[in-house]
Structures are given as C-alpha cells and as structure tokens.
C-alpha cells in the first residue's frame, strides 16, 4: 500500500462554499488542501492554482473535482507533468450546450480559454459520479466524457447538480467513493 493521500478539492466556479459537500467531505478528511477561491472564469488562472495545489503536496495526491472543477482538472491533467493517484469526477459540466441563468455563457468560456474538452484517456484511475437529473449535463453526455477518459462511471441517480441547490449539504456516498477509488489505486485509507 501507498502512503496516505491528500486530497486536493477542485471546486467549480463559484469556489468554496460552506455548506457544499466538498468542504463538508474536506473536514473530514485527515490531509486535504482545497483550491482558493478564484474570482475568474480564466482557464489557466484555475489550472495554475491546481498546478501549484498538487505542486505542493508532499506523497500522494487524490483529487475531488466537482462541476466546472471536473474540466479545469481534465485541461489539467492534458498539460502537466505533475502525477496524481486518482480523482473523483463529480458532475461534470456539458461545456457543448448553454449553461442557463447565472452561469457563463459559451462565448465568456471560449474568451476565458475554455475551449474543445479534451476527450482522451486520462493519465490516472478515475470515477466520474453522474447524475441523472443534472440541469448542467445530460447522462449520455456524461457517459461519453467518462468513457473518452477512461473513468469508472457511477451513476448517482435523481441527485441534480450535486450542490446546495439541489439538496447537498452533506453527500456520503462521496466518501464511499473515495474509499473505491482508494482501494482501486492501492492507496492506504
């Protein structure tokens, strides 16, 4: 078994926030770093700060993206040299269609660099948690990204986006997830 790792929580644009699962999971873990808040929508302004995250983790890194925290970890992992044990994908975005009210629109992603998602196999394990219900992503699209990447697709059910909004707060089936991966890449709880 590896030694144990730290967890690197790679929020979505809107950052840290208290009530989400990611900073209630991140509390309860032993070694977590979690990105600051990035007042920008600038792709590699938020690649950077991931770069510099893992960049200064000593041992093991397991990542835990969620939302737009998904896509800027895959630009991520396309161009580093850096290396992770793993990563939990939770509820990717689908970049190809219009968000909706109070999201970024396709022309504010494109002008902050946020351009074709790269569709190759990921240089790490990975589990990318669908919702079926995600007014951000359809479930065939999320299939798709999961398979391009090479990822475990676990699909989560009715759970929304996975967000305050949508009732999350606390979310254990993401510890759960976290021990899978874990046990998947050989990495001590």
Do not use: C, F
Not at 14 to 26: C, N, P, S
Not at 81 to 100: F, Q, R, Y
Not at 104 to 124: C, I, K, N, V
């Amino acid at each position: 078994m590896v030694a144990e790792p730290t967890y690197v929580i790679v929020p979505g644009l809107r950052g840290h926030v208290e009530e989400h699962w990611q900073t209630l999971l991140a509390a309860t873990l032993e070694k977590s770093v979690i990105i600051p808040p990035i007042d920008t929508i600038d792709l590699d302004t938020r690649v950077a700060a991931l770069e510099a995250a893992v960049a200064g983790v000593d041992g093991p890194v397991i990542l835990v993206a969620h939302s737009a925290g998904v896509p800027t970890t895959v630009y991520w992992a396309s161009r580093t040299e850096l290396s992770v044990a793993g990563a939990l994908l939770a509820t990717p975005p689908d970049l190809d269609k219009p968000l909706g009210a109070g999201h970024p629109t396709r022309e504010e992603l494109d002008a902050a660099g946020w351009g074709p998602l790269p569709m190759s196999e990921l240089p790490m394990p990975t589990i990318v948690a669908a919702s079926t219900d995600d007014p951000l992503a359809g479930l065939d699209k999320t299939t798709e990204l999961a398979q391009a990447w090479g990822s475990r697709l676990v699909n989560l059910g009715e759970v929304g986006h996975l967000n305050p909004a949508s009732g999350y707060g606390p979310w254990p089936a993401g510890a759960e997830l976290l021990a899978e991966l874990r046990e998947m890449i050989g990495v001590a709880a």
